[in-house]
T-cell receptor, first 115, second 110 residues
Framework: NAGVTQTPKFQVLKTGQSMTLQCAQD?????MSWYRQDPGMGLRLIHY???????DQGEVPNGYNVSRSTTEDFPLRLLSAAPSQTSVYFC??????????????FGNGTRLTVT | TQLLEQSPQFLSIQEGENLTVYCNSS?????LQWYRQEPGEGPVLLVT?????EVKKLKRLTFQFGDARKDSSLHITAAQPGDTGLYLC??????????FGQGTRLTINP
């Protein structure tokens, strides 16, 4: 099994450009989420989904959109990139929607730079 | 303001020494998880603690959940260079959110 696959691994954008970070999992997990990781800040939750067609906001949702049309895919869209969105982005999935019952499985991240 | 505060944020020690990393909060969590992250990779779960006062051991790593379920600690005995990495604690908030501390970057020097 591939687990959680994120593409691309690296991306450079100019301010104002848009892009989609892709995330796919092959474990039939119901729960998927996006985090950003910045130095000294740990991982901060952007958006999450407890199943196809259901999404909700995390701690830092502004500037990001998500959708969940299938169980496998959970893309993250930046509509108009800003330098403050320079970060490493992680997608994660979990077998159960109750977070205390099963661990998060993370992808290897997308390093995004906005100039 | 970080909901979960980890200390220290950076720790560099010699091989064979012992160390403790702390994860503190003013909030109560239903459970707490510890992850380890290597450069260029995503975090990987080490352990989940659920019950106040619970102690779990993973080889030379000992994890403890505070009695009030607001804090946790990770103790490493006789640290090895292979223990080098970023250690993250994470608390379950509202059943569907996992909130992370800012991490402790640990370096074990041979």
């Amino acid at each position: 099994n591939a687990g959680v696959t994120q593409t691309p691994k690296f991306q450079v954008l100019k301010t104002g450009q848009s892009m989609t970070l892709q995330c796919a999992q092959d474990m039939n997990h119901e729960y998927m989420s996006w985090y950003r990781q910045d130095p000294g800040m740990g991982l901060r939750l952007i958006h999450y989904s407890v199943g196809a067609g259901i999404t909700d906001q995390g701690e830092v949702p502004n500037g990001y959109n998500v959708s969940r049309s299938t169980t496998e895919d959970f893309p993250l869209r930046l509509l108009s990139a800003a330098p403050s969105q320079t970060s490493v982005y992680f997608c994660a999935s979990s077998r159960e929607t109750g977070m205390g019952n099963s661990p998060l499985h993370f992808g290897n991240g997308t390093r995004l730079t906005v100039t | 303001t970080q909901l979960l505060e980890q200390s220290p944020q950076f720790l560099s020690i010699q091989e064979g020494e012992n160390l403790t990393v702390y994860c503190n909060s003013s909030s109560v969590f239903s459970s707490l998880q510890w992850y380890r992250q290597e450069p260029g990779e995503g975090p990987v779960l080490l352990v989940t603690v659920v019950t106040g006062g619970e102690v779990k051991k993973l080889k030379r790593l000992t994890f403890q959940f505070g009695d009030a379920r607001k804090d946790s600690s990770l103790h490493i005995t006789a640290a090895q260079p292979g223990d080098t990495g970023l250690y993250l604690c994470a608390g379950v908030q509202g059943a569907q959110k996992l909130v992370f501390g800012q991490g402790t970057r640990l370096t074990i020097n041979p």
